[in-house]
Structures are given as C-alpha cells and as structure tokens.
Antibody, heavy 120, light 107 residues
Framework: QLQLQESGPGLVKPSETLSLTCTVSGASISDSNYYWDWIRQPPGKELEWIGNVAYGGTTYYKASLKSRVTMSVDTSKNQFSLRLNSVTAADTAVYYC????????????WGQGTLVTVSS | DIQMTQSPSSLSASVGDRVTITCRASQSISSHLNWYQQRPGIAPRLLIYDASILQSGDPSRFSGSGSGTDFTLTISSLQPEDFATYHCQQSHSTPFTFGQGTTLEIK
C-alpha cells in the first residue's frame, strides 16, 4: 500500500529556508508515470498547490512561488523534497506531499501533513 | 489562474439528510474537477475524480456531476462519518487550484 510521510523542522525563522522531505513507501519514486506534488494549507485558508517534480527531475512550480521554490527527487532513498527560501509568516501552513499520475491531475494519496510555523 | 468558488462555505445538516455542495470555476474546465474529503486533523483524501467517478471503496451515497464551469457534490443520506470539510480542485491546467472548502456540520 502506497504511503507518503512528510518530515522536517516545524519551526523556521523569517528569511530562512524551509526544507521538507517526503518519504515514499509501497511504490518506487522512479516510476515515470507519476509526479510528486507539494500542497500547503495556511491556517483557515484554502489548499494551495506549490508544484511537483517527476522522476527525471522535471519540475513545475506555481508561478507566484517559482522564484523561491526548489523540488528534487532522491531515488536512493525513495524520497522527494521541497525547499522554500526567504520565508515569511505567510508561509506558515500545513504542508502535504501527494502523488498524481501523468495527465490525470488529481492527488492520491496524500501524506498526513506537517505544520511549519515561520516565526522568530 | 482558474478560480474555484464553493458554496456554501458551511452547512448544517442532520444524519439522513440529502445535501448538495456546489463548485464553480472561473472558466470552462471540461470535466476536470475533483472532490476531496478532509476530516478534522487529517489530510484530504480523494473522493471523486473527473467530476463524477467515485474513488474505489467509497460509498455510493456520494455522487458528483457537472461539466464546464458548474459542478455539484451530492451526499444522498448523510452518515455520521460524512461530517467533514469538502474541497473541490480543478485539474484542467496549472496551477491546479482548490475551492475554499465547505464544512459540513451536524445540526
């Protein structure tokens, strides 16, 4: 059974870099049929798609975040990661990792989510 | 970006009620609309994809319909475990966008 699990610091200082990892179990991250996504939900706000990365390293980022986002895949650990630099309080959110198949752009499954707070 | 608008934002209902949630896209998205259920403190889970296809294992009391810009999620007879927040998401074009969510509460 495919499972995704986010990990990383729960507290990041303003202007620093948020780094999260998603560990995939039950499937290979090297499967070229799939994209690996990051989605976040600020407190009391709607879900926001951040972007995704594919096995070969191809990435798609939301335009408004593109200048601050980097996503990558580590096939040796069956993990993918998110880096968001120059964070502010507006980046405080629950961050989820998820998967979608090719052009079938629905997200399934999702990780349990991890809360990241940006505060000094 | 395609804007997704859900209504209502919250809804009070009783076990056994039939409820309908609406999602409207700011431009045509064909049938590229998905619904997620999110129980408190838990990640969203896919419920319906491509507007009307029920995810495997989910009960048939859930149904989705619509195309173009207007979509609905209907629960035919509410059960206690259905009280949650429901999100729509367009998968027509990037950036993929979500509605603001509809919280279904027990009356």
């Amino acid at each position: 059974q495919l499972q995704l699990q986010e990990s990383g610091p729960g507290l990041v200082k303003p202007s620093e870099t948020l780094s999260l990892t998603c560990t995939v179990s039950g499937a290979s991250i090297s499967d070229s049929n799939y994209y690996w996504d990051w989605i976040r939900q600020p407190p009391g706000k709607e879900l926001e798609w951040i972007g995704n990365v594919a096995y070969g390293g191809t990435t798609y980022y939301k335009a408004s975040l593109k200048s601050r986002v980097t996503m990558s895949v580590d096939t040796s650990k069956n993990q993918f990661s998110l880096r968001l630099n120059s964070v502010t309080a507006a980046d405080t959110a629950v961050y989820y990792c998820a998967r979608h198949r090719g052009a079938l752009n629905w997200f399934h499954p999702w990780g349990q989510g991890t809360l990241v707070t940006v505060s000094s | 970006d395609i804007q997704m608008t859900q209504s209502p934002s919250s809804l009070s209902a009783s076990v056994g009620d039939r409820v309908t949630i609406t999602c409207r896209a700011s431009q045509s998205i064909s049938s590229h609309l998905n619904w997620y259920q999110q129980r408190p403190g838990i990640a969203p889970r896919l419920l319906i994809y491509d507007a009307s296809i029920l995810q495997s294992g989910d009960p048939s009391r859930f149904s989705g319909s619509g195309s173009g810009t207007d979509f609905t999620l209907t629960i035919s007879s509410l059960q206690p475990e259905d009280f949650a927040t429901y999100h729509c998401q367009q998968s027509h074009s990037t950036p993929f966008t979500f509605g603001q969510g509809t919280t279904l509460e027990i009356k």
